[in-house]
């Protein structure tokens, strides 16, 4: 039986591992610091806003998160934030770069068994050294034949990708939690996708119903489910 893909590009973040809680906790820690100068949703807002700002400067990850902290609680404090206090944010940073690294439950089993019958690439976004560190502790490294980390994943990103490894758009699949990034714009390259939703999802990358109109894509709870998937795929070609 041919199999439907000649490779499959797997996300990371709040795909193989849990990601959002820790951004969540913090957040809620960072609003915690400032409650004594605004509302709690005020000073959401205003973050996830420098978030949004900040991506084309420093792009994905903890370290542009610590930065628009600490670009928000200048400007909320309107500069009175003190040195003690903008090194308590510092320090929320580093807990969340030392954090372990924690698999969704049967995500192990599941790569290694796609790892046997199919060419895996781990593609994700965001800071080079943090993705590297925590697939190099995920204990998930040996499964994947390639690891692409990018700056942003939009069609260009994923046709080069494609380039690079001599895939054919048509025969290329991402599976990732994200619409945003996973979904839409892999769909744009020619490609296919498979959305696995994690519970949380980050303001930024949530898209309207809408921008799905029209846009085929599979939608599975567990990515444990995607060998089976890929099983009628194949039976279907």
Excluded: C
Excluded at 47 to 54: G, M
Aim: net charge negative.
């Amino acid at each position: 039986m041919l199999a439907p893909f000649d490779l499959i590009a797997l996300d990371a973040d709040d795909t193989l591992w849990h990601n959002e809680p820790k951004f969540y906790a913090t957040q809620e820690q960072f609003r915690a610091l400032l409650t004594g100068y605004h509302t709690p949703a005020w000073i959401d807002e205003r973050l996830h806003e420098t978030e949004k700002r900040n991506l084309a400067h420093f792009g994905y990850g903890v370290k542009g998160f610590v930065l628009s902290m600490i670009e928000t609680a200048v400007e909320l404090t309107e500069g009175r934030v003190s040195g003690q206090e903008v090194k308590q944010i510092i320090d929320l940073g580093r807990s969340m770069l030392t954090a372990p690294v924690e698999l969704i439950d049967g995500v192990r089993e599941a790569v290694e068994q796609l790892s046997r019958d199919y060419q895996l690439a781990l593609l994700t976004k965001g800071d080079l050294f943090d993705q590297e560190t925590k697939l190099a502790r995920s204990g998930l490294g040996e499964l994947f034949s390639h690891v692409e980390i990018v700056s942003e994943k939009n069609a260009v990103t994923y046709l080069a990708v494609m380039k690079r490894r001599g895939v054919e758009p048509s025969r290329f699949l991402m599976v990732g939690n994200s619409l945003r990034s996973d979904v839409l714009p892999v769909l744009e390259a020619g490609g296919a996708a498979v959305h696995v939703p994690y519970p949380l999802t980050w303001a930024h990358e949530e898209v309207p119903e809408d921008a799905l109109a029209g846009k085929h894509f599979a939608r599975l709870q567990h990515i444990r489910e995607l060998s089976e998937w890929l099983g009628t795929q194949a039976a279907s070609r």
